[in-house]
T-cell receptor, first 112, second 112 residues
């Protein structure tokens, strides 16, 4: 089945470390997104990309960067992780006509 | 930019009762309003959506209503069952095709 996958699924790192979260999809969608989920704050948009050459900042992009390596791959980087970046991170994809977003399983990141 | 407010943050009902979750949005250009369900430890999944040219949409026990003048939309779940227990998110998407902006979520608990 076509799906959205994320690696790693869980990660514990230390303050100041650089970390990359990866997202891959086999749905053939052009649009990809990164969200973070915190209890009581819902899903907040970090970055999104509508095609390989398109990168857009979301609500909370500070402290994050992204790379769209191919249609199927969208990576999120934390250049120097800090404890308040501890959260559950979701990647999502969508088809521009259908508009439904399909989420990956999530990456639980802990920054000590 | 778009801002989505969601109420209540928690909702407890008895099995068989109805549940209503309400959202308001700020950008009058928004024209797509999905609802996602996230079960414990799982990824969010779309359960129903509505576009701005429709006032109401139903799918079995769930329905969504939209009032564009007042800029609010609601999720209605009838005959609730324990398996309806989850976090529900509303979202809005502006006509320009930017990414979804989510509300903060409602934790629905259905007790038998």
């Amino acid at each position: 089945d076509a799906d959205v996958t994320q690696t790693p699924r869980n990660r514990i790192t230390k303050t100041g470390k650089r970390i990359m979260l990866e997202c891959s999809q086999t749905k053939g969608h052009d649009r990809m997104y990164w969200y973070r989920q915190d209890p009581g704050l819902g899903l907040r948009l970090i970055y999104y990309s509508f095609d390989v050459k398109d990168i857009n900042k979301g609500e909370i992009s500070d402290g994050y960067s992204v790379s769209r390596q191919a249609q199927a791959k969208f990576s999120l980087s934390l250049e120097s992780a800090i404890p308040n970046q501890t959260a559950l991170y979701f990647c999502a994809t969508s088809d521009p006509l259908a508009r439904e977003q399909f989420f990956g399983p999530g990456t639980r990141l802990t920054v000590l | 930019g778009e801002n989505v407010e969601q109420h209540p943050s928690t909702l407890s009902v008895q099995e068989g009762d109805s549940a209503v979750i309400k959202c308001t949005y700020s950008d009058s250009a928004s024209n797509y309003f999905p609802w996602y369900k996230q079960e414990l430890g799982k990824r969010p999944q779309l359960i129903i959506d509505i576009r701005s040219n429709v006032g109401e949409k139903k799918d079995q026990r769930i329905a969504v209503t939209l009032n564009k003048t007042a800029k609010h939309f609601s999720l209605h779940i009838t005959e609730t069952q324990p398996e309806d227990s989850a976090v529900y998110f509303c979202a809005a998407s502006p006509q320009a095709g930017t990414a979804l902006i989510f509300g903060k979520g409602t934790t629905l608990s259905v007790s038998s």
